[in-house]
C-alpha cells in the first residue's frame, strides 16, 4: 500500500444533472505504483474520465478514499488540488489544449511559470526536447503546427515540471495512424527513459497495448 | 479588435476629463490674464455681486468713480460696464482714454482705437474677430445694433469685444451706472491696506485686492466648476468600469477554454485573477494613451472652430489623475469577472467549446 503513488478504494462519484443524480463511478479500487505505464480501456460513459478528473485533482470524488503521491484528495480543500495539478500530476488531452495565442515556446514556458520554475536550463527537459522531435517547431503557435507535433507539444508542457504523474486522456484520438504511433512510442520512451507513471485512456486495444497493463472499465466500474 | 475598441472606448470619458480640465484652466487663465493686463490695483463690485467672477447687471452709480478717485494712494478709477453675450463671452464698455491711461492701451493689429463721437465703434480682440469673420472696417450685427469694427486688438487684456462705455450704458438702460470699477493705486504694495481703509468708508461696496480677484478665477474657486468637474470624473469612471467589465466579461466567455488549460496546469484562482486584472490595466493605460490623444485633436477643434469662446489648454499634471481615475474604472470593471473566471469549473471549463 505504502507504495502505490495512485490509490482509490471504493471511489464513487455522483453527478447531479437537474435534480437526477447520475453516479458515473460506483467503488473504483485501483492501485497504481511509481513507474508503471497503465492504460485503461472503456466504453463512453464507462467513467473512465471521471476516473481522471478525480486522480488529476479536477474534482473531489463524491465518497471513497483516493490518495496521489501521498495526499489524500478525498480531503483536499481546492486550493489544495491546485497545488497537487501543480506539482504531482499533468495532463495530456486528446485536443491539445495548448493555449492557441502562445507560441509552442511559450506553452511550455507558462507551464513552467505557473510550476514556479526558474528561468535556468533544464537539461532534462532539454533531452525531451530532443526526444520529442519538436526543437524546431517551438516559435510557431499551434495553428501552424500539425496535430502530431501540437500534441507533441502539449507532452513537452505536461513534463516540464517533472510531474510524478502524467495523465493522457485519448493522447491519439484526433491524430493520424503514423502519428499516433509515434506519440504512443514517445509516451513509452518517457516511461522507460525517466520512470515517468503514466495513466493513459484510450478506446484503442492497439494503443493500450503499449502500456505495462490494461485495465478496463464499465458502467462506473473496474471489470478487468 | 475588441481590444481595439475597448480602448477606444476607454479613452473617449478620458478625453473628456481632460478637454473639460482643459477648457476650465484655460478659460480661467485667459479671464485671468485679461484681468490683469488692465493694470488695476483694486477691483470693485456692486455689493449684490455674487462673487468675483459675475457680474450683476451695472449697480454702480459712476459718481462713485469720482469718489475714489479722490481716495489717498488712489492714481484713477476707470469705470467699466460689462454686457453678457454668448456664454462665456462678456461685451464691455470703456472710456478710452481713461482705460489706455490705466492699462497702456490696447495693442492694435488691424485699425485703431474707438474714435470720440462714434457710439457704435468696437474693438475686436483676434480669436474673436477670426471666430466671426471680421476685420477692422467691417460692420457686425450686436445687441439689435450694426457696430462698426474699429480695431482689432492683441489678445489678452479686458475683454474680447469692447465698446464705448456710454452707448453700452444706453443699451442697458443703465445711464450713469457702472458694473465695476478698476482702481490704479500711486504704489500697488498699498493694494491690502487700502482696499482695508476703502471698506470702511464704502461699506456697501465690494472691494478686493487684484491678487484675490484672480485667484477667484481658479476652477477650484468656482463651486459649479468643481462640481461640474465631479459630474464628469464620476462618468468617466462609470464608463470606463462599464467598458472594462463588458470587455472583459466577454473575454472570459472567449477564453472558457483557455481558462480551463491553466487551471489543469495548477494555474490558481489568483493566478487567474491576476491575469485579468493585468490585462483590465494594459486596457486602462492603453485608454488613457488614446485618451491624452484624442485631447490634443478636442484642443485642436476648439481652437480651430470657437477659439474665443473656449480658450482650452492641455493641462499636463491632469495626466496622472486622468490615468488614476481610468485604472480605479477598469480594474473595478476587471474585478467580477475575473473572480468569476477563477472560479470556473475545471472541467466544465475545459469541455467549453
Known amino acids: ?224 | 479588435m475588441r481590444t481595439l475598441l475597448s480602448v477606444l472606448l476607454i479613452g473617449v470619458p478620458v478625453t473628456l476629463i481632460l478637454s473639460l480640465v482643459g477648457v476650465s484652466e484655460g478659460m480661467s487663465e485667459d479671464a485671468q490674464n485679461r484681468t490683469r493686463a488692465t493694470g488695476a490695483d483694486i477691483v470693485i463690485h456692486g455689493s449684490q455681486a455674487a462673487s468675483a467672477v459675475t457680474y450683476s447687471g451695472a449697480p454702480l452709480p459712476e459718481g462713485y468713480t469720482r469718489k475714489l478717485a479722490e481716495q489717498p494712494h488712489v492714481k484713477l478709477a476707470v469705470g467699466i460696464i460689462v454686457h453678457p453675450l454668448e456664454f462665456p463671452l462678456n461685451m464691455m464698455g470703456i472710456d478710452q482714454a481713461q482705460f489706455d491711461a490705466m492699462s497702456g492701451g490696447f495693442t492694435y493689429l488691424e485699425g485703431g482705437p474707438l474714435r470720440p463721437g462714434q457710439p457704435f465703434d468696437m474693438l475686436l480682440d483676434k480669436p474673436y474677430a477670426d471666430q466671426q469673420k471680421k476685420h477692422a472696417g467691417d460692420t457686425m450685427h450686436l445687441l439689435n445694433n450694426d457696430w462698426h469694427v474699429a480695431g482689432i486688438i492683441a489678445p489678452g487684456k479686458l475683454a474680447r469685444v469692447v465698446v464705448p462705455k456710454a452707448t453700452l450704458q444706453d443699451l442697458d438702460s443703465a445711464p450713469g451706472k457702472l458694473s465695476l470699477i478698476y482702481l490704479k493705486l500711486d504704489d500697488p504694495a498699498r493694494a491690502d491696506a487700502v482696499v482695508e481703509q476703502l471698506r470702511q468708508q464704502f461699506p456697501n461696496l465690494k472691494i478686493d485686492t487684484m491678487a484675490f480677484q484672480l485667484s477667484q478665477f481658479a476652477p477650484d474657486n468656482i463651486a459649479s466648476v468643481r462640481v461640474f468637474r465631479y459630474v464628469v470624473i464620476g462618468i468617466g469612471v462609470v464608463i470606463g468600469f462599464a467598458v472594462v467589465c463588458l470587455t472583459m466579461y466577454m473575454a472570459v466567455l472567449q477564453r472558457t477554454r483557455e481558462i480551463g488549460i491553466l487551471k489543469s496546469l495548477g494555474g490558481s484562482k489568483g493566478f487567474i485573477l491576476r491575469i485579468m486584472l493585468t490585462e483590465a490595466a494594459g486596457l486602462g493605460i492603453g485608454g488613457t494613451i488614446v485618451g491624452i490623444l484624442l485631447s490634443y485633436g478636442a484642443r485642436w477643434a476648439i481652437s480651430t472652430f470657437v477659439p474665443a469662446s473656449f480658450p482650452m489648454i492641455i493641462v499636463q499634471s491632469w495626466w496622472v489623475k486622468a490615468f488614476a481615475i481610468t485604472m480605479a474604472g477598469a480594474l473595478l470593471g476587471a474585478l467580477y469577472p475575473g473572480l468569476s473566471a477563477a472560479r470556473h469549473d475545471p472541467i466544465e471549463a475545459l469541455a467549453y467549446e
Do not use: C
Request: a positive charge; glycine letters at 8%.
Open chain 1, 1 to 224: 500500500m505504502s507504495s502505490a503513488i495512485i490509490e482509490t478504494r471504493d471511489l464513487r462519484k455522483t453527478y447531479m444533472v437537474g435534480k437526477v443524480q447520475v453516479p458515473a463511478l460506483r467503488g473504483v479500487d485501483l492501485t497504481v505504483v511509481p513507474g508503471e505505464f497503465v492504460s485503461i480501456i472503456g466504453p463512453s460513459g464507462s467513467g473512465k474520465s471521471t476516473l481522471f478528473h478525480i486522480i488529476g485533482a479536477l474534482t473531489p470524488p463524491t465518497s471513497g478514499k483516493v490518495r496521489v503521491a501521498g495526499e489524500d484528495l478525498a480531503a483536499m480543500t481546492d486550493a489544495g488540488r491546485t497545488r497537487l495539478r501543480k506539482r504531482i500530476v499533468s495532463f495530456v488531452f486528446q485536443k491539445f489544449n495548448l493555449l492557441p495565442n502562445l507560441t509552442a515556446r511559450d506553452n511550455i514556458a507558462v507551464a513552467r511559470f505557473i510550476g514556479g520554475a526558474d528561468h535556468k536550463s533544464d537539461p532534462h527537459f532539454e533531452e525531451i526536447l530532443r526526444l520529442l522531435g519538436i526543437a524546431d517547431r517551438l516559435d510557431h503557435k499551434p495553428n501552424a503546427l500539425s496535430g502530431g507535433e501540437q500534441q507533441r507539444i502539449a507532452i513537452a508542457r505536461a513534463v516540464v515540471n517533472h510531474p510524478a504523474i502524467l495523465l493522457a486522456d485519448e493522447p491519439t484520438g484526433n491524430l493520424d495512424t503514423e502519428n499516433s504511433k509515434a506519440v504512443l512510442e514517445i509516451l513509452r520512451g518517457l516511461n522507460e527513459r525517466t520512470g515517468q507513471t503514466i495513466l493513459m485512456i484510450t478506446h484503442n486495444p492497439e494503443a493500450a497495448a503499449y502500456g505495462h497493463r490494461t485495465i478496463a472499465m464499465r458502467d462506473g466500474r473496474i471489470v478487468a
